[in-house]
Structure formats: structure tokens, C-alpha cells
Nanobody, 124 residues
Framework: QVQLVESGGGLVQAGGSLRLSCAAS????????MGWFRQAPGKEREFVAA????????YYADSVKGRFTISRDNAKNTVHLQMNTLEPEDTAVYYC?????????????????WGQGTQVTVSS
């Protein structure tokens, strides 16, 4: 089992920045690709960004390309999502997820472990 705990969410004005973190415990963190997903009120959960087990492969949703950056520190068992130039449309609960598919993926179905989520609210 892998336990994932997100942090760093909050309220920010449009144009601002936030940095989300996800701390992993349990099995060897570097065995897993990591991803971020989000779910806005009344909408389905959607892919945001993903990173392969060693950081060589990065994936981004078109809606966040150029604004968000995913990174990981395997020595500290953490993955981060730096979010810049935030827009009200980015308001959602953000979830960290881990996948045994080490290359990473944008597909939700390949993710085996999920955190509880952290709220991000962007005001206009």
C-alpha cells in the first residue's frame, strides 16, 4: 500500500501561484509514476499532470501547459505541482495519485493509489 497526503491548497487571486505537495509513505516511492488530477464542482475528475518514476517523462493537460509544472523528489518521497498564473477555472479539489505504470500516464484508470485531495480556490 501507498499512502498519499496532499498539502498546499488554499485561496488565491487570479494570476497568483500555489505549490501543491504530495507526501508518500509505504512502499518504495520511486517504483511509482505520480499524477495530479482535479475535480471541480459538478464536473468529473480530470487529469492535470503526471511524471514518470524517474522524472524523465512529463505529461500535462492542454489546459495547464505552460502554467503548471510537476516535479518529484524521490529522496524525500514527495511530488509537487507548481501552479502559476492561476485562473478561476482552476478551482477544484486536487488529488495526488500513484501508478505502478512507471512511465506515467494521463489515464486515470492506471492509478492505483489516491490521496484525499486538497482544495484550490481561485478568485476572480
Amino acid at each position: 500500500q501507498v499512502q498519499l497526503v496532499e498539502s498546499g491548497g488554499g485561496l488565491v487571486q487570479a494570476g497568483g501561484s500555489l505549490r501543491l505537495s504530495c507526501a508518500a509513505s509505504g512502499r518504495t516511492f520511486s517504483n511509482y509514476a505520480m499524477g495530479w488530477f482535479r475535480q471541480a464542482p459538478g464536473k468529473e475528475r480530470e487529469f492535470v499532470a503526471a511524471i514518470s518514476w524517474n522524472g524523465d517523462y512529463l505529461y500535462y493537460a492542454d489546459s495547464v501547459k505552460g502554467r503548471f509544472t510537476i516535479s518529484r523528489d524521490n529522496a524525500k518521497n514527495t511530488v509537487h505541482l507548481q501552479m502559476n498564473t492561476l485562473e478561476p477555472e482552476d478551482t477544484a479539489v486536487y488529488y495526488c495519485a500513484g501508478s505502478r505504470l512507471r512511465s506515467g500516464s494521463s489515464r486515470e484508470v492506471v492509478y492505483n493509489y489516491w490521496g484525499q485531495g486538497t482544495q484550490v480556490t481561485v478568485s476572480s
